[in-house]
């Protein structure tokens, strides 16, 4: 159980255009998801935090209106990085905690991006 | 501020055991995560502990004291598999996790 999803696996695009990916939560209720990003020989470094129903919580540093999350059910949340440029080309990982009660968080497989 | 400190990198032989050690200071405690990471792949997690003591589970053991904000992650009968990168994560008390660098484990034959 507590499997966690993301679409697509791997995309490469054009400096410029946007880029979604999906994040699920396959046999779970996930109250709160988490956005990493990690650059090649770097530690996770957390994006946002995006609860059910509200607006995500972005970190510091990063351009909420550059990285659009979605998490319109208890089972998916979705990152739109708008524009996308060369320097944003990174893997990025979603996790998802389930309902309270529970710590551990619940990594999906990466999307790795690549903005040619 | 928040920190997180272990070893950049580790080489152990197969077979043998490897402790990687995490320090840690943070905004309150609720927890800490050891996970398993191998290149180009999303975490894997190893261990949860928020009490003091040694969890054992199979080859990996996973140690916390809160007293000295310390843990370690133990691997025993190491295999050429365990090459990976492992991340010490520390749950504030925002319930928000707090990641240190990772350890890469270099296991040689």
């Known amino acids: 159980g507590a499997v966690v999803s993301q679409h697509p696996s791997w995309v490469i695009c054009k400096s410029g255009t946007s880029v979604k990916i999906e994040c699920r939560s396959l046999d779970f209720q996930a109250t709160t998801m988490f956005w990493y990003r990690q650059f090649p020989k770097q530690s996770l470094m957390l994006m946002a935090t995006?609860?059910?129903?509200?607006?995500?919580?972005?970190e510091q540093g990063v351009e909420k209106d550059k990285f659009l999350i979605n998490h319109a059910s208890l089972t998916l949340s979705t990152l739109t990085v708008t524009s996308a440029h060369p320097e944003d080309s990174s893997f990025y990982i979603c996790s998802a905690r389930m309902l309270a009660g529970h710590n551990e968080q619940f990594f999906g497989p990466g999307t790795r991006l690549t903005v040619l | 501020g928040q920190n997180i400190d272990q070893p950049t990198e580790m080489t152990a032989t197969e077979g043998a055991i490897v402790q990687i050690n995490c320090t840690y200071q943070?905004?309150?405690?609720?927890?800490l995560f050891w996970y398993q990471q191998h290149a180009g792949e999303a975490p894997t997690f190893l261990s949860y502990?928020?009490l003091d003591g040694l969890e054992e589970k199979g080859r990996f053991s996973s140690f916390l004291s809160r007293s000295k904000g310390y843990s370690y992650l133990l691997l025993k009968e190491l295999q050429m598999k365990d090459s990976a990168s492992y991340l010490c994560?520390?749950?504030?008390?925002?319930?928000?996790?707090?990641w240190g660098a990772g350890t890469k484990l270099i296991i040689k034959p």
């Open positions: 994560a520390v749950m504030d008390s925002n319930y928000q996790l707090i």
């Open positions: 502990n928020v």
């Open positions: 995006s609860n059910e129903g509200s607006k995500a919580t972005y």
């Open positions: 943070t905004s309150g405690f609720n927890g």
